[in-house]
């Protein structure tokens, strides 16, 4: 029965040595970690800092577009008044055109 004991204390030994000897990290695993867990850190807060501007510069851009869109409407409707006036003064040309030829026509009559 001895022999037993004997079996099992060597055994728990030499479980506890096994654990005690792979299960720790040293100060250069911890370090080489925490270089790792930086580097990853300050790769975050650069995409973080990326897509803050291109947030920035996509607002920007939004907002040109919208000033961009508001001056071609008042372009488009400048040119919507020209083409009227235009329109409107073609046809008075042609009136008087009418009026003229009439006019000649009339005297070339006499």
Same mark, same amino acid.
């Given at each position: 029965?001895?022999?037993?004991?004997?079996?099992? &204390?060597?055994?728990? @030994? @030499?479980?506890?040595? @096994?654990?005690?000897?792979?299960?720790?990290?040293?100060?250069?695993?911890?370090?080489?970690?925490?270089?790792? @867990?930086?580097?990853?850190? $300050?790769? #975050?807060?650069?995409?973080?800092?990326? +897509? $803050?501007? #291109?947030?920035?510069? #996509?607002?920007?851009?939004?907002?040109?577009?919208?000033?961009?869109?508001?001056? &071609?409407? $008042?372009?488009?409707?400048?040119?919507?008044?020209?083409?009227?006036?235009?329109?409107?003064? #073609?046809?008075?040309?042609?009136?008087?055109?009418?009026?003229?030829? +009439? &006019?000649?026509?009339?005297?070339?009559?006499?």
């Amino acid at each position: 029965m001895k022999r037993k004991h004997l079996g099992l &204390i060597t055994m728990a @030994v @030499v479980l506890g040595l @096994v654990f005690l000897l792979s299960g720790c990290a040293t100060t250069g695993d911890l370090e080489k970690l925490q270089a790792q @867990v930086n580097a990853v850190s $300050q790769k #975050a807060d650069q995409a973080l800092q990326e +897509a $803050q501007a #291109a947030k920035a510069a #996509a607002q920007s851009a939004k907002m040109d577009s919208a000033r961009d869109a508001e001056r &071609i409407s $008042q372009a488009a409707a400048k040119a919507d008044n020209a083409a009227a006036r235009a329109e409107a003064a #073609a046809k008075l040309a042609e009136d008087n055109a009418k009026k003229t030829e +009439a &006019i000649f026509q009339k005297s070339m009559k006499k």
